[in-house]
């Protein structure tokens, strides 16, 4: 295992070589979405006052796949640079994180050619408690067991719905029509949904490097750029608020939503600021718990103009139910129609 000479000193990761872990640092990761804009007539999670409104008395929940920059310098450390070439993060949020709250990342020591490792974070509360757990890899998956999210999905299998959604009416196996042109570039917002430019993400990245900079990624083993691993997700789902199902349907944006769990694959990288892409979307999934109703959609990025996928991502979106007014209500009269409609 070899560090890159990208990443400053101070967040190469300690070895732990009896547990068989590396140790990232401690970092105060930053809520850079408060400005989001979601639709639907409401303000996002990240949004101090909605957060209270719903129960997050502890402050605003950042969204989860910000710590994704923070696993960098560890799977540097496992797996070396080609991990931006052909790696994967896959993991299930347990605990949200507030704005700057110390938080640390920890990974598998990769043993006798393992492509694949445990990776999790804790918050520095002194208590250990869990932000996140997952799986992280490097290569083909072929041969490899399911990751985190892979097995959270194959659940589903044994969990059908008996009810009817009103927040994701959606159905498993819907696409969407082809997105043509997706791209992050430097200079340029990226959208409502990450309103924010790369330089300003870079300000407050959680690990910085110069890879990530237009200034510095000339510095990076594939001579450019880069995007950093948090970017993955931003873009696979930037443009996620004006996606078109095929037969019409919509996943409904009234609610106030949260990220449940998330997988970035990277097949052929690394992701480049300024270079354009396509993208599909499937349904993959659909389901509930007590407080949400949520939806897993597989998402596909193409080189551009072709069928060759550089990456694709597995995103569980939650709907807060509490976050609708009369919310039981509708969900009643939506099963007593679901009912007559049986019955005749």
Not at 64 to 74: D, K, M
Request: hydrophobic share 40%; glycine share 12%; with cysteine.
């Amino acid at each position: 295992m070899a560090s890159s000479p990208s990443f400053p000193a101070s967040v190469f990761p300690a070895v732990d070589a009896t547990k068989g872990i590396l140790i990232g640092r401690v970092c105060n990761p930053s809520n850079d979405l408060m400005e989001q804009d979601v639709g639907g007539g409401h303000r996002p999670i990240h949004d101090e006052n909605i957060a209270a409104s719903l129960g997050f008395t502890d402050g605003a929940p950042i969204h989860g796949t910000v710590h994704f920059s923070q696993l960098a310098p560890l799977l540097l450390e496992a797996f070396g640079h080609r991990w931006f070439e052909e790696g994967s993060i896959s993991v299930h949020f347990l605990k949200p994180v507030r704005h700057l709250e110390p938080v640390r990342a920890f990974a598998e020591i990769p043993r006798g050619g393992q492509s694949q490792i445990r990776i999790w974070m804790e918050k520095d509360d002194g208590g250990g408690t869990r932000v996140f757990e997952g799986t992280a890899s490097c290569g083909s998956r072929a041969g490899l067991a399911p990751s985190t999210i892979q097995r959270r999905i194959a659940s589903l299998k044994t969990m059908p719905l008996t009810t009817e959604l009103i927040l994701m009416r959606l159905r498993p196996g819907e696409r969407s029509a082809r997105e043509l042109g997706v791209g992050i570039d430097f200079g340029r917002r990226i959208g409502g949904l990450f309103p924010h430019t790369i330089e300003q993400k870079n300000r407050v990245i959680t690990e910085p490097s110069l890879w990530y900079e237009e200034g510095g990624g000339s510095s990076s083993p594939w001579g450019r750029a880069v995007l950093a691993p948090e970017l993955l997700n931003a873009i696979m789902f930037y443009t996620y608020d004006r996606v078109k199902w095929q037969d019409g349907s919509v996943a409904d944006n009234k609610a106030v939503g949260l990220f449940g769990g998330c997988e970035v694959n990277v097949l052929d990288g690394p992701l480049f600021p300024g270079e354009l892409y396509d993208l599909e979307r499937e349904v993959i999934g659909l389901g509930e718990t007590r407080g949400t109703e949520f939806v897993w959609v597989h998402t596909r990025l193409f080189r551009q103009g072709s069928d060759s996928v550089v990456a694709e991502m597995l995103l569980q979106t939650m709907a807060l139910k509490r976050s609708v007014p009369g919310y039981n209500k509708m969900r009643k009269e939506a099963e007593e129609k679901r009912a007559l409609k049986f019955a005749e």
